[in-house]
């Protein structure tokens, strides 16, 4: 799945070994495999046998035992959520061992990765154990959150010393973006030059560069707000429920705000975190790091969060109770009311919302003034301690916890001289540097210069340079405009005669405009450029078409208008699929519906690693409109060797099945085994990359390209669809669907049979594409498929009707 020519460096990572199986350690045996590196997961050798074991008659020699913590937390992998396999067949690269038997192979693999317990003596008995088995120059590299990386090297050689580092993932690492890199004094730069490069591109990481301080940048700063947070919390009598209502989406971080943060992380874990750093610094530093006493009792009574059933927050039924950290008893969740608040959600922008709410006059303002200014103005202080610059503490805060935007950002969004003034009225010791920009007649930590950015630092402005393949489509425009633009969709020059098609209409969801804007870029591009990749940097890649504005139309009965639509989807399709030009189409996140319709005809698709694919139009009482059914029945039948075996009608029934159950995938891995992507499909693991690699497939396929030829296809006709029927029918004569559940699946199996012709008749596109609008334009008409649509738009989840 990786590209390997892509690293320009003496080096390559082909097979790695993680020490350490705990929910971290094979997690990152996870990341390792679902991007295509076999690694060897080893733990310790049990000294005594399980119950289970002994009633097998199992002794400690035998070999299940001796791997059974390594055994047991790959089988854990296949239950844990969020997945962190992107597809289960990724477990055969990961091999279960132990750190006795298989101490030997350490010596074929070309990365070691630490991930024992946060215990200094326990880490150097290891690396002791490493030194005599590794391999010349293999990389050696420590995921601890918070121990010296210096301190671990301690009696290791020279040549141990020069490859190794600390490479802090975050978990669950499949997701979590950031991985902080720890230099040691002895580390050598070609290492650590190369640890960022395989990071970004194989590991599909934002690589920041740490130094070798308590916690590092993000746990450091983030343990910081956290505590603060909660002391504001006590001093202020808000509760843990009104806290977190106010410090999640809307200060631009994530929906689990704060105590439900807590909650997922485990109370445990946040401790010895938060003690990592109270053990090491000083002053007023310390104080902030000292965990409240309602939180040690918390972790002494087992309320650890999640992972104990209970912790700042418990379940009892359906509703979700708070703790009150002054009874220690659980009540009613609350939620913090304020005028600010409410002026707060009218604002567009992130930096209007927040000043609306700092510089606000109630509970509220107060609260996020009282826990937003000491973060900023920490980070400012720890600026060259824990990081060269802003920019690595701004990366690490968005990448690790998920921020919206960094401290330094935030800080300019509020307008730092005038909360600096407010800052030093109320005593808080602003860092002379911070100061002195003000003084020399700069306002922000970042400015902005013909589309270029610039971050401050010692009394200057510095460019920023990212790494040319992320490729950031908001600059791009600002610095060379779009060639054409329209309220749904652009169209953009990205160079080397590569045009970019971007939708930007609410949630992405196609209408008229983004058709309109299809039809232009065929056009264009036929004339000036080489080829056109389709994609955009929003949340989502497309969540499908507007169900609001064809919800609108059936209930006006404008059948004719929602033909219209439908047909110009379709012809547009058909256009982009046999252009003269190739066409690569880029999704990432959520391509639902339209959005896989958008993707299925192009030339090719380079999926973002984190793409959900599936044509879900069933749960709105609909059938895809656009040619994806037909589409994904030429992707199956076009993947099947054609030979004595071929069974047209297996073809058949698992289009059906798909689409009729609506199956999502959960990665881009899981949607090439389900046929949304072919074999020759690419996927980028790190989606900064995503429209880079995709320009860089167009320019590929435009060296020699023909269009494709028009082509029929055998369907299965009037006797396949009486087979497709089969299940519908006994689900529904069983209770498990609806009378309107089964008027679906006829209308659907119709489509995917091909309608009333003999099995195995040859049909053109266009016959199909005549079908599938025909189905669609009478589901559309029907009274409960409106009721599913008015559900889905109100509630945002499927009616059963």
Known sequence: MHNKGDIQLSRRIQKAAVIGSGVMGSGIAAHLANIGIPAMLLDIVPNELTDEEKAKGLTLEDRAVRNRFSEGAIKKLFKQKPAPLATKSNAALIQAGNLEDHLEQLGEVDWIIEVVVENLDVKKKVFEKVEQYRKQDSIVSSNTSGISIEAMTEGRSKNFRRNFLGTHFFNPPRYLKLLEVIPTADTDPEVVQFMKVFGE???????V????????????????????????????GYSVGEVDSVTG???GRPKSATFRTLD???LDTF????????DKVDGQEKEVFEVPDFMLQMRDNGWLGSKSGQGFFKKEGKEILQLNPESMEYEARGKLKAAS?????????????????????????????????????????????????ITGIDQAMKWGFGWEKGPFETWDAIGVAKSVERMKAEGLHVPAWVEEMIANGHDSFYKEENGDLFFYYNGEYRLIVGNEKAINLKQLKKKQGVIKKNTGASLIDLGDGVALLEFHSPNNAIGMDIIQMINFAVEEVSKNYKGLVIGNQ???????ANLAMILMEAQDDNVFEIDMVVKHFQEAMMK???????????????????????CLPADHIQASAETYMGLVEVGVGLIPGGGGNKELYLNYYNSLPKGVDFDLQKVANKVFETIAMAKVSTSAAEARDNHFLTASDGISVNGDHLIYDAKQAVIHLAEHYTAPVKKKVPVVGETGYATLLLGAQSMHQSGFISEHDLKIAKKLAYVIAGGKVPFGTEVDEEYLLRLEREAFLSLIQEQKSQMRMQHMLVKGRPLRN
């Open 341 to 389: 608040v409410e002026m707060a959600k009218q604002e567009k922008g992130f930096a209007g919302k927040l000043k609306t709410l700092v510089y606000g006059k109630d509970r509220a303002s107060e609260l996020l003034w009282s826990i937003l200014a000491p973060v900023l103005v920490y980070s400012a202080e720890l600026t060259g301690e824990i990081a060269d610059d």
């Open 264 to 266: 997922v992380v485990g």
């Open 271 to 278: 401790i010895h975190v938060a003690k990592n750093v109270y």
């Open 576 to 598: 982009l699929k046999y252009s003269s030009f190739p066409v690569v189409a880029a999704p990432f996140g959520m391509t639902l519906g339209g959005g896989t319709e958008v």
């Open 538 to 544: 929003g949340k989502n890649f497309c969540v499908g």
């Open 209 to 236: 560069f740490a130094k070798d301080t308590p916690n590092f940048i993000a746990n450091r700063i983030g343990t910081y707000g956290l505590l603060v947070t909660v002391k504001e919390m006590l001093k202020g």
């Open 249 to 251: 989406p809307l200060i």
């Open 201 to 207: 591109d194989v590991l599909g990481k934002g690589v």
